[in-house]
């Protein structure tokens, strides 16, 4: 029996992904047409084994209950949400809830990261964990990055043939390795020993020194998985990597939603085909094959309304709920529930708000920042908002909910927060 | 024979002053001599040939420094069909606004009638009737048109008295002396041609301040509209002048039909499609085609161009056989020359693209493409 555990965090995490997770939780937040963690839950159902997936994190429970309900219902699988107290980290939620994950002598356990986006080859994953089970705790999952983009990773070195990591090190300031953490393990429950040895040693320094230097605000029980499990138990034999090949992202900022939707949309032509729009040019309204003149791949929930003179995709997701007007142009763009575009507008690398509305004959555009195609292993760039002088860097344009953009404006990379009803256009604004 | 019956014979006589390159009406005077481009679908020259036809002028000079031969063979015919006399002067060098009138001295001087000159890129309603009148009941030796604008300190203004009697010329005042400008319409005695040499000069900084020195020199106030459209902004601006003075004079001119907002003149020959919103202040050329869902407003789009389905224009002007391809945005003072392509999904925002372009990537600050 196997288990899965997703580790989503909580609230205070996930700011670089506003304003879309002020409303939603950055997990639930809908790429392809599904919840970012709902792929997770997706790629751990294809393991026949697989039993039941925990979700570790500190978002309150009444955010997370109707997911995990309807998931319960939609998927024959125990699925529950499991809410820390405090944030603990990456590992100290995992050691608090052991008895959870232990429960029912799983032969091993999955750990996904909420924020990252693949292609989980989990099979793969665990049956080369299987091949050393009388040693190793933790088999990571690797990919290789460039050596420039290594840096903002957790970097492995480890042993082509044996798998075998004999160095772990979290973010380095110089190169160590093109080799990098994906956030997808899985682990023995042994670890759970180790875990137990981090968490005394830790609450004996706690009660040495905290009575005088504090512990910077964290709780006793907070573990930082990489630097406080991954670091140390490189080079013991213990940790173990398996490179794989598959696509796979970080979901950070709002902008790389956009380059992950385009991923999932791709993965559906196998996985869930019928999930995906017919594509091609509808000529008359009478041809009943397509909904619209659609670029693959593009996703449309069964609940929106798009007329038949729209053109849609590449990559677009469009939620439950929305209306798509006569002549309109979406293209590289995630539109949310109850959202409303009017006639002739065109959305392009762009994400917008539930519920909000945008007028007749506007133009939403944002700039992409997918990573460099002509770099092999380049993985998306998460820049920061502002560059050095001081001005928002050009990124995809995000509309929170409820925003109103009027009739034939321009909005161009550019940021709305909910409930904005603008009057003019913007360009390279964060509107507030 | 006397004067009078020369003249009579002969008509009036008229100068425009068409000069170079018309470099600030580019990228539009890349492909066709500024006279020739359409303003309101007819050359900029037609208006004032027609205007000049209808007070009886039969012989027009037109003073050219560059190019003149496709201008000539263009407006030959035009001048036929309008019965006009029409004279190409060339300079060899630039004479400025006055040189011309020394070069043209042997027409101009043909009889003892006054004669009129004009910068050619001045639209309004021509008032050569009043003008004459005017000119004729001061008796002295010329008369200027002054319009009034609503920033005099970008001009030069002209103070004059209750009579009309120019007292002097100030350009470009910091302070408010006036709102009456130079509009570029002349009216003159042929013995002003005394004071004019063949050499550069300026009418306006040269002869003028002399002339009113002399209190040989009128203005007379121009009832209506006033646009010097020798730049694309201004050219816009002055075609929704036009437009408006269109309606009050000749709206029959004006198009109507489904999805028209305002004053909107399309040629017969020019196509437009379903569900669009022409106007206000738009001129659709012969031969252009508009596809469905299109948003024009305050734009001209010239002969032969095509704008496809969903794209918006505001403040363009789209040049002969362009091609704008569909959800494209062209706004603030964009100017396509000939046979340009716009790709589809683009945004040009102020962009100056030269002929025979291909944009396949978007403009959204103001910029030249070559």
């Known amino acids: ?432 | 024979m006397c004067g009078t019956n020369s003249a009579s014979t002969k008509g009036t006589r008229a100068l425009i002053l068409v000069g170079g390159y018309g470099t600030r009406l580019r990228p539009l005077t890349l492909s066709t001599p500024k006279p020739l481009v359409e303003f309101a679908n007819k050359p900029i020259l037609l208006h004032q040939l027609e205007a000049l036809v209808s007070v009886g002028c039969r012989q027009v000079i037109l003073a050219v420094s560059y190019r003149a031969e496709q201008m000539e063979k263009e407006l030959k015919q035009e001048a036929e069909k309008l019965g006009v006399n029409l004279i190409f002067s060339h300079e060899n060098e630039p004479l400025g606004t006055a040189g011309p009138l020394a070069l043209a001295k042997d027409i101009l001087s043909s009889s003892n009638e006054p004669f009129y000159v004009l910068n050619s890129d001045v639209i309004c309603d021509f008032p050569f009737k009043q003008l004459e009148q005017f000119h004729k009941n001061h008796g002295k030796e010329g008369t200027i048109v002054v319009t009034k604008v609503e920033e005099p300190s970008k001009y030069g203004v002209v103070l004059y008295d209750e009579q009309g009697r120019i007292e002097n010329f100030i350009e470009k005042p910091q302070e408010f002396v006036s709102n009456k400008i130079n509009a570029g319409i002349y009216i003159f005695n042929p013995s002003v041609l005394d004071r004019i040499e063949v050499k550069p000069t300026s009418i306006e900084k040269e002869v003028f301040p002399v002339m009113a020195d002399e209190g040989q020199l009128y203005a007379m106030e121009l009832p209506g509209f006033w646009m010097d459209i020798g730049q694309p902004k201004d050219f816009l601006t002055g075609m929704c002048l036009y437009l408006t003075s269109l309606r009050q004079k000749q709206s029959s001119k004006l198009y109507t039909g489904p999805g028209v907002v305002g004053n909107v003149l399309v040629d017969p020959t020019a196509k437009i499609g379903e569900g669009c919103r022409i106007g206000p202040n738009v001129t659709i050329g012969p031969d252009v085609v508009i596809e469905d869902g299109v948003c024009i407003k305050r734009s001209t789009i010239l002969t032969g161009a095509i704008v496809k389905s969903h794209s918006w224009l505001d403040s363009c002007i789209v040049g002969w056989r362009s091609v704008v391809g569909r959800w494209v945005r062209l706004e603030g003072i964009t100017v396509l020359g000939e046979d340009v392509i716009v790709k589809d999904e683009i945004y040009i925002n102020g962009g100056q693209v030269l002929p025979h372009k291909s944009i396949a990537a978007s403009v959204p600050e103001p910029q030249i493409i070559m």
């Open chain 1, 1 to 432: 029996m196997l288990k899965a555990v997703i580790l989503v965090g909580g609230p205070q995490k996930g700011t670089r992904f506003r304003p879309l997770s002020l409303d939603t939780p950055k997990p639930l937040f809908p790429v392809a047409g599904r919840p970012i963690i709902q792929h997770h839950i997706e790629a751990c159902l294809r393991l026949p084994e697989l039993k039941e997936i925990l979700i570790i994190g500190y978002y309150p429970q009444v955010q997370m209950e109707t997911f995990v309900s309807d998931m319960q219902n939609l998927y024959n699988i125990n699925i529950r949400y499991l809410q820390e107290f405090t944030s603990l980290g990456t590992a100290g939620g995992m050691y608090h809830f052991r008895d959870q994950i232990r429960s029912g002598n799983p032969c091993a356990f999955f750990i996904l990261n909420g924020d990252v986006c693949a292609d989980f080859p989990l099979q793969d994953l665990y049956s080369f964990h299987k091949q050393h089970a009388d040693t190793a705790l933790v088999t990571i999952m690797s990919t290789e990055a460039t050596r420039q983009q290594s840096l903002h990773y957790g970097c492995l070195v480890f042993d082509r043939n044996s798998g075998v990591v004999s160095h772990y090190v979290e973010k380095p300031s110089s190169y160590v390795s093109t080799f990098i953490n994906c956030g997808v393990y899985v682990c023995s429950t042994d670890i759970f020993a180790h875990l137990a040895e981090v968490f005394y040693s830790k609450s004996q320094e706690y009660t040495n020194y905290s009575l005088i230097n504090g512990a910077n605000g964290k709780d006793q029980g907070h573990i930082q998985w990489e630097q406080e499990v991954l670091t140390p138990l490189a080079g013991t034999n213990k940790l173990y990597a398996i490179p794989v090949p598959n696509w796979w992202s970080q979901l950070k900022t709002a902008g790389s939603a956009i380059y992950a939707n385009r991923h999932f949309l791709e993965l559906y032509k196998n996985t869930h085909p019928e999930r995906l729009a017919n594509a091609g040019t509808k000529l008359s309204e009478q041809d009943s094959n397509l909904m619209c003149t659609i670029f693959p791949d593009v996703y449309i929930h069964p609940s929106a309304t798009v007329h038949f003179s729209a053109t849609l995709g590449p990559n677009v997701s469009i939620g439950p709920g929305v209306t798509v007007g006569p002549g309109v142009r979406i293209r590289e763009s995630i539109i949310l529930e109850n959202a409303v575009i009017k006639d002739h507008t065109l959305v392009l690398h762009s994400i917008v708000g539930r519920g909000s509305i945008i007028g007749q004959w506007s133009r939403v555009e944002g700039t992409p920042s997918d990573p460099d195609p002509n770099k092999p292993f380049a993985k998306m760039e998460n820049p920061p908002l502002f560059n050095k002088e001081g001005k928002l860097n050009p990124s995809i344009t995000i509309l929170g909910c409820f925003v109103q953009v009027p009739s034939e404006k321009i909005l161009l990379n550019s940021i709305v927060l909910p409930h904005k009803e603008l009057s003019r256009n913007f360009k390279n604004e964060i509107i507030l």
